[in-house]
Structures are given as structure tokens and as C-alpha cells.
């Protein structure tokens, strides 16, 4: 097992380049199923998500070659037969392998994909992925934690209204109806960023795609793919989370490689906190601000303030003179990091979904423990302003998600270190 430690009090300045993005990968690389033709993707974030998706391709029999140096992706089908499982071995740390569902039951009619395993931060159940992969003909069944599903003559084209707004779900039914007959029109989309880059992804592979507005796409599905070359977007959370880093132990940090537009709600939240940011189209700069103010805000789908950058700005909101209150809108169990937090001395209460932060309280170095990925870097974070040592165990949760998290904190002052125990 590894913990990493973080020796707090040291103030963080210089550049972040920040990696391509997990969430926008996963869908894309599920994509892939659908075409024979040769497909190129750059940018890719060398985390554990992308190697576990990349295993659950090869485990299914796709082509695909990772270069870890390039951070490149090359996938060439050319006509081969895959096999339809995806067993829970590959799926049960990774709830986002059952985006294969709707890529593999719409090229080969059928796909028996394991539900995904049970989540730290919520039940996260896959009735809406279920209920568009119906609406568009598939038979679906539920057998031994594995998810049947079966469209003899392929999935077709339908209007599907979704009952509420998943990322997930928006994903798989994108990804299957860019391969059904006919057209799909789906209402109530979510409209993340990721979402986008993987339908320009699909664009470029051929399909029409089209978003009449925020939260409606119509695709017209394509059974003859061209062949690919896409780079993956920044990732936004890891952005998010050094600009927070920045905001709570930087004297000035520069993040670059991003679109800092595709920021705005988490940028005017941190402004009104008095966090002073210089902003330019593919960097932002965060320089010391005196005095920190508090705040209230809402997690909610995109273009709202991220429930992945929640644990995060938690730790801003510790050092904030007043009250700051966070209504966790997305997930029912997203507050594992409080108690942590609290043991390292903040004073937060929680009730249901809402925390009540007041600050500002001085941090202390502790052993902490957290359950998820966006848990674990918030105690990374609360270690960089503590007093003494703090140790933070489970590395494995961050390591699903942050590209040379260590590595890239330590270039900018932090003294952070990764042991073996
Ligand atoms: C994606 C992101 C994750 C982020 C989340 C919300 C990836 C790989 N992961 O996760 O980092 O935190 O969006 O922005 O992109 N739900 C149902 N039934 C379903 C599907 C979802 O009830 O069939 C519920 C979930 O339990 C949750 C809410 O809908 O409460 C939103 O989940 P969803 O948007 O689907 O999240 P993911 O796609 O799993």
C-alpha cells in the first residue's frame, strides 16, 4: 500500500500544466467499439481509469495499443468480432466501464456488462442508461449482477425524454444511438463538457450530431464510421483543483493548458471569495488574496458548480472568515471527507446534504482516510496549510484520477512525498 505525506505550511507558486481529461476518455474510449477504421487519441491522462478502461477493451478483444510516453491511444478494429462480457472484475472499481453497454449492444446486438460495483458516495444505480437502451428496442434483464441486454436487429432511433439529467446515462445513449437506424432525439441531456468532446469525437467519425439546445442533442446514427484522430479536452477538475490550491496555499500560481471559459461558474465563485485570479483564454493565474470571505453554493449539473470540486473548495471555505454552507445536490453521500477534515480541526456540521463550514479555523497535520477521489485530494489539500505532517492513505482512490498528482505540487514548492508501507 502507498500513503502520501505532505509536510504543510509551504506556499505554492510557479506553473501547472495541467493533463487531458478522465471523464472526457472514458466515454471515447468506449466509443471506439463502434468503428472498424483506425482511430488516434492524444492527450490522454496516463491515470488508473483509462489503463482499466483500456484493459476492459483488450479484455473484449478490441485492438488497442497505449503509448504511456506520447499519452496516445491507437485502436484499429478492422472488422474483428468482439466479445460482449464485461465482467465485474474489470468493472468494480470503475463505475464508468458500463458505458460499454450501449457501444456493444448496438454493434453486435447484444452485451452482458456487470453492474457496477457499490460506490462510497451514493448508490449510484443505472436505471436511466437502462431506460434509453429500452426506449430504443433493447430487451433488458437483469441476472446474477450482470445486465442483459439484447437488440436482435439492432437499436433504433427513437425520442427519449430523460427523467432526470446523468452524464452517464446522456453518454451511453449518445454513444448507441450514433450507431442505431434512424434518428434519436434525446431531451433532457446533461451537457458537460466531456459530453461535448465526445460528440466531436463522433463527429469526426461521421455521425450527425446536432444540439438543438442545452439539454437536447438529435444524432443520426452511421454503421460506416470513418477513421479518427482527436485529441482529449483539459480536464476541468483537475483544473479546478489547482486553481483551489492556489487560492488556499499559492502565492502565485500560473495554470495553463486549459479553456479558462469552461471555468466560469467555479472562476465567480472564487472571485467572490476575494480570490484574486488573472484570467486569459487558456491560463489563469492565482496570486495571494489577504482575506478570504465565505460563501454559499449548490452542487448541480454542468454549467453549475461541480459536485467532483466540492470536497475541494471545502477547504477554501476553512479558511474563510464567517459562515460557508455547501448543498450537495448530486450525490446523497458526497461528505466522507468531513470527518477527516474535522479530526485536522475544522469545524464543519452536516445535515442531510447541506455542510455548515465556519472559519477560520487553523488545520493540524493528521493520519487521514478518505473513500473517493475527490475526498482524498480535499485531504491532500488540508495538508498543504496544516501545521506538521499530515499522512494521507488509500493514495490508490487519487491515483484513479490525478495524473503526477505528487509530482506536479512538488514542482511548485509543496513538500509532499509518496512511501511505500
Ligand atoms: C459522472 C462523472 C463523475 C461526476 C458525475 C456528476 C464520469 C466518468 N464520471 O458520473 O465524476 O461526479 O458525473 O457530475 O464522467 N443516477 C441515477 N440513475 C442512473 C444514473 C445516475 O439515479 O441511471 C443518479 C446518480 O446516482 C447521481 C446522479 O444521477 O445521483 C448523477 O449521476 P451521473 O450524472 O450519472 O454521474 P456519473 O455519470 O456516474
Known amino acids: 500500500m502507498q500513503k502520501l505525506v505532505v509536510k504543510g505550511k509551504k506556499s505554492l507558486s510557479g506553473t501547472v500544466k495541467i493533463s487531458g481529461s478522465k471523464n472526457a476518455t472514458l466515454p471515447i474510449l ?31 478483444g478490441s485492438n488497442i495499443k497505449l503509448n504511456l510516453k506520447k499519452k496516445k491511444i491507437f485502436i484499429n478494429n478492422n472488422g474483428r468480432k468482439l466479445n460482449t462480457v464485461a465482467p465485474y472484475s474489470l468493472l468494480k472499481t470503475m463505475r464508468a466501464g458500463v458505458i460499454i453497454l450501449g457501444p456493444l449492444l448496438s454493434k453486435f446486438g447484444k452485451a452482458k456488462v456487470s453492474l457496477p460495483g457499490g460506490c462510497a458516495i451514493g448508490p449510484r444505480p443505472v436505471d436511466i ?55 434519436t432525439h434525446i431531451k433532457n441531456c446533461a451537457c458537460e463538457p466531456e459530453i ?67 471555468l466560469s461558474k467555479e472562476m465567480t465563485i472564487l472571485r467572490k471569495m476575494g480570490i484574486n485570479l488573472k484570467i486569459s483564454k487558456n491560463e489563469v493565474t492565482v496570486l495571494y488574496s489577504k482575506e478570504i470571505k465565505p460563501i454559499s453554493i449548490i452542487t448541480e449539473p454542468y454549467p453549475g458548480f461541480p459536485t467532483d470540486l466540492q470536497a475541494q473548495i471545502m477547504v477554501l471555505m476553512i479558511k474563510a472568515k464567517g459562515l460557508s454552507k ?86 511548485c514548492g509543496a513538500n509532499i512525498s509518496r512511501l511505500n508501507y
Not at 36 to 43: M, P, R
Not at 233 to 261: H, N, P
Not at 336 to 351: S, T, Y
Open 326 to 411: 455547501i448543498r450537495e445536490n448530486i450525490f446523497e453521500n458526497r461528505f466522507m471527507h468531513v470527518p477527516e477534515l474535522n479530526r485536522m480541526g475544522a469545524k464543519i456540521k452536516v445535515k442531510g446534504n447541506l455542510s455548515l463550514i465556519n472559519g477560520p479555523q487553523e488545520l493540524n497535520g493528521a493520519e487521514v482516510m478518505a473513500t473517493d477521489l475527490r475526498a482524498s485530494v480535499s485531504l491532500v489539500l488540508a495538508g498543504l496549510i496544516a501545521k506538521n505532517r499530515t499522512s494521507i492513505n488509500r493514495v490508490y482512490h487519487l491515483d484513479r484520477g490525478y495524473e503526477f498528482i505528487e509530482k506536479k505540487l512538488k514542482k
Open 129 to 183: 442508461h437502462l431506460f434509453g437502451l429500452k426506449k430504443m428496442g433493447a430487451t433488458i434483464k437483469i441476472k446474477d449482477g450482470y445486465i442483459l441486454a439484447e437488440a436482435k436487429n439492432g437499436l433504433v432511433g427513437t425520442k427519449i425524454t430523460l427523467p432526470s439529467i446523468s452524464v452517464g446515462a446522456t453518454e451511453n445513449i449518445i454513444i448507441a444511438a450514433s450507431y442505431a437506424k434512424g434518428n
Open 30 to 60: 468506449a466509443a471506439s467499439i463502434l468503428s472498424d477504421k483506425k482511430i488516434e487519441l492524444s492527450n490522454l491522462p496516463i491515470v488508473k481509469d483509462v489503463i482499466t478502461m483500456s484493459e476492459l477493451l483488450k479484455h473484449i
Open 196 to 262: 461535448k468532446n465526445l460528440t466531436d469525437f463522433l463527429k469526426k467519425m461521421g455521425v450527425k450530431i446536432s444540439w438543438v439546445n442545452k439539454r437536447e442533442i438529435k444524432v443520426v446514427g452511421n454503421q460506416k464510421l470513418k477513421s479518427v484522430k482527436h485529441k482529449i479536452m483539459f480536464d476541468r477538475i483537475e483544473a479546478g483543483t489547482f486553481i483551489i490550491a492556489g487560492a488556499v496555499a499559492g502565492k502565485k500560481l500560473r495554470i495553463t493548458d486549459i479553456e479558462s471559459k469552461i
